[in-house]
Every structure is written in C-alpha cells, then in structure tokens.
C-alpha cells in the first residue's frame, strides 16, 4: 500500500480563494510526522508546515494550516488567500520516527489563476 | 537562502560508472537527509545521517552509500550506476531531527543523467 496518496494531480483556483489540497497516509506507527512542502518550477524544495501525530491542534503557518484527521489518516493542506506565487507543486509527506523513515506522495500540481 | 548546497549542479555519467554528489548543510546542523526525485514524481528517501553515522534508510540497494563530515558536510556515492538511476539528487539538512526539530532545509539539487 501506498504510505502517502495525494489524489489530485493537478489543480486550478482562483487568485484569492481558498483551495484546499488532499492527503491521506497509512502507518501503523503511533509517532509520526506529516509535512507540507512547496516545489516551484525552479525545483528547490520548500517546507510549509509541520502535524505531529499527538498534536491535538491543527498546525498552521501564515495561510497554510494542516487539516488534521488522525481516525481518517488525512493531512490535507488548506493555503487561504490564493496568490499567483503560489503555483507549485506541492508535495505531502510524513515521518515514521520509530524507524526514522520518510515518504513522499506524488504531489499536486497547483495552478493559481489571475 | 537555506544555506544548503550541492555539487555538481548536473552531471552525466555512463552505466556501470560510480558516482560522488556532494551537500554541504547549514552550520550546525547534524542530521543530514538524501532523496532521489525522478521526473514528475516525489521525493524518494534513500537514507539519514546523524551525527556521521547513519540513521535511517528507505528501500535503496546498498550500491547507495554514504558518508558525513564533522564540517557539516556529506557525501551520496552512487556504484555501478544504472540507467534508472538518472534523477533529481536532493540533499536536506536538519539541526537535529533526532532531537525533535523537524523542519528540513533542502540544497538545489544534483541532476544526474546515466546513458
């Protein structure tokens, strides 16, 4: 099975909305982590935001916060105020600290429209 | 700026070369972390160093290997290389994932073509 889904592969939002990007994980590890990370077309790797898996708020970062669902094994990313900077891909990931490993979805591209 | 870079920014090497990429981390920071990203896919974990020892290794052959320096800097060889090893080298460092800080900081990047 697949540690980390991001079921959409590309999608388009309008300057200003809110658009929110989807990510399911699967562990059986009790500690972990789930991240958020920006890729531009330029290809550097930027972090968002950090969930850890006893965190009982749900983390948030400037207009990033991560939706947490730890029954469901979601994390999805919700950017508030959409900008044109914004158009990435953007990459779920999660940390499995017992084992210290670290898995990467597929990735979302996102399209920010003027 | 991150603070982190990598070396050589592209390379091309033949099937059956070895290969050396070189990271060097934020000052500071003692865990360092090396993925493979090929074309239109995500980041794939190949393994952790901590403290110059390793700490941590996705599903990678042992041909992958590698080493950390007491200068903060690391090392990714790569043996016998094989076309599917052609990809997006990144490293990432950390000031300590081991000790609970979790932000990764990522290098640019080695391009590696295998032909």
């Known amino acids: 099975a697949q540690k980390i889904t991001q079921t959409q592969p590309g999608m388009f939002v309008q300057e200003k909305e809110a658009v929110t990007l989807d990510c399911t994980y699967d562990t059986s590890d009790q500690s972990y982590g789930l991240f958020w990370y920006k890729q531009p077309s330029s290809g550097e790797m930027i972090f968002l935001i950090y969930q850890g898996s006893y965190d009982e708020q749900n983390a948030t970062e400037g207009r990033y916060s991560l939706n947490f669902q730890k029954a469901r094994k979601s994390a999805n990313l919700v950017i508030s105020a959409s900008q044109l900077g914004d158009s990435a891909m953007y990459f779920c990931a999660m940390r499995e600290e017992f084992r210290n490993k670290f898995y990467f979805g597929s990735g979302t591209k996102l399209n920010v429209k003027p | 700026e991150t603070g982190v870079t990598q070396s050589p920014t592209h390379l091309i090497k033949t099937r059956g070369q070895q290969v050396t990429l070189r990271c060097s981390s934020q000052s500071g920071h003692n865990t360092v972390s090396w993925y493979q990203q090929a074309l239109g896919q995500g980041p794939q974990f190949i393994f952790q160093?901590?403290?110059?020892?390793?700490?941590g290794r996705g599903n990678f052959p042992p041909r992958f290997s590698g080493l950390q320096f007491p200068n903060y800097s690391s090392e990714l060889n790569v043996n016998a290389l094989e076309l599917d090893d052609s990809a997006l080298y990144l490293c990432a460092s950390s000031p300590g994932l081991a000790d609970g800080a979790y932000e990764q900081y990522f290098g640019p990047g080695t391009r590696l073509t295998v032909t």
């Open positions: 160093y901590y403290r110059e020892e390793e700490n």
